[in-house]
């Protein structure tokens, strides 16, 4: 039987993980390949990296962070960030990424998805979607830009679409409940969940295992969290342990 | 110890390279035809769809030496698509001829599931003969073979039903899961893969 996964996730700038709430007063959280190691040992499926800088510089700093992450790792990686077309991905890929996300770039130009996919394969092409609250209920709106950006998009239209575009996973983070730790968005979770049928990672919110239990039955495939890890408030192996007592299947 | 690493096209290389280096097995990663079938380890990789694999390994003129290798039984370890391209056909890229060293055809997962696969499986290894021990594999994929080819011997995992995991005869070792990326369980596969060593029983 397929295990759920549990995935910690780093914002990267300048080479060190930086993390914020709703994307802005960023604070240092450590060294992506010391808690690369860290999370691998502790039972993490998987990683993510996203890398936070908008400038060229900053563009060659993520690739050695990349680089340097995926000589001491075993387990996959994913790496988005300011990936524009598919020069970009190919630079990550090589550099060690397993699987490219995509977001802004794929909202303003939806047929990169098809170019990435059809070059790299599906199973490589990961789509952000960072979505906000729209004030009809059970109804969700793309943010693009770090939240500063509305687009008007639908967000289960866009995860349809972007599906059969060629995006191999949906990476949902609520915007609304990123870095608040008060929980998923489990209505969007749900909602998202019974559109699509690509894997889902539910993002923006965690402060516990309990929380995850809950994605995990609003019908993520995997939870993805940043702050309760990076500060050390818990362990991948502690989250594990409560998701299994409560009957979760997870890789042990 | 070296290994060649067949390059076809876009691949996560960084990552089979990097799991080589850790199990002390140099990765070349080529697409020379005279360095595959000298190479004492062969890794075919692949990620991205069977049609662009087949083109790659066509486009080389490298389909020739890897049947070769394959069918003698040479040290050769296949990597998901690199599994499936040793098949007939896929129902991925329906009208593309794959190696057709094995005699079986790749099918997509059945409704009912999400595909792609992606995360941990249990990959169950019965048989006295297998190359590693159970345990937890990373899977990305949405094709398999539902049943083993006949001569090859098999392991199983539950996605949908029973699919085909891994395929081994002689020191040609064919995995649908990625130990690369499958943590220190896949770092030993490959290491008793490189040197036959034989799995000790627990």
Redesign the interface.
Known sequence: ?????VIPCMDVRGGRIVKGVRFAGLRDAGDPVERAIAY?EQGA??LVILDISATSEGRGACLRTV?AV??A?????TVGGGVRGFDDA?AL???????VAVNTAAVERPVLLTELS???????VVLAMDVASSEDVDSWEVVTRSGTVRTGLDALEWGVRAQGLGA??ILLTSWDRDGTRQGYDLALLCAMSRRV???IIASGGADSSAHMLDAFRAGA??VLAASIFHDGDTTVTEVKRSLASAGVEV?S | MRACVVRTGVANIASIAAALTRCEIEPVITNDRAAIEDAELLVLPGVGSFASGMRAIRDAGLDGVIIERVMSGRATLAICLGLQMLARESEESPGVEGLGVLDASVTRFPEGVRVPQFGWNCVASESDTAPFESGYAYFANSYRFATAPAGWDAAYTDYAGAFVSALWRGRVLACQFHPELSGPWGLRLIRRWARAEEVSPC
């Open positions: 039987m397929l295990t759920r996964r691998e499926d998987e680089a995926r000589a790792l075993s387990i996959p990686l190919l890929l090589e550099a060690g990424a397993d699987k059809q070059r790299v394969g599906t199973q490589c191999g996973e049928r690509v894997p495939d995997a890789r």
